[in-house]
């Protein structure tokens, strides 16, 4: 993390989510985890930990399992994954008083940014 606003968002009694959702779910699984080492060594607490606290809701669940899965982050995109994710998304979502958001959280939170990219144009 270069940004200082980005890194002091974390890193404040109270936390910036805008920056800390930017960050998580931008991030490779390997870069999180090295997110998560240095965190804790800073300040004797656990980013999950803090997250709960500070977030809720929906927002506080993609979070939470974005730091939690080991994602695949190569190139290579499952054309017909892709297609079923997009047909699930929309289910979840079209047409109906509320989302389905466990739909969107499993898949925004398990899929490579390559995968996302291919199945949200």
């Keep these: 993390m270069h940004d200082p606003a980005k890194r002091e968002a974390l890193y ?8 800390v959702t930017e960050v998580i779910c931008s991030r490779t699984s390997s870069q999180l985890q090295t997110l998560e080492q240095i965190h804790h060594a800073t300040f004797g607490t656990y980013l999950e930990n803090d997250i709960e606290i500070q977030a809720t809701g929906d927002h506080q669940k993609i979070l939470l399992a974005c730091l939690s899965k080991l994602r695949y982050e190569g190139q290579e995109v499952d054309r017909e994954m892709a297609a079923k994710d997009a ?15 466990k739909v969107f959280v499993q898949i925004f939170s398990e899929r490579s940014r390559a995968h996302l990219n291919y199945m949200l144009p």
């Design 12 to 19: 404040k009694g109270v936390i910036n989510l805008g920056a």
């Design 87 to 101: 047909k699930a998304l929309y289910k979840a979502g079209e047409k109906k008083l509320g989302t389905d958001e």
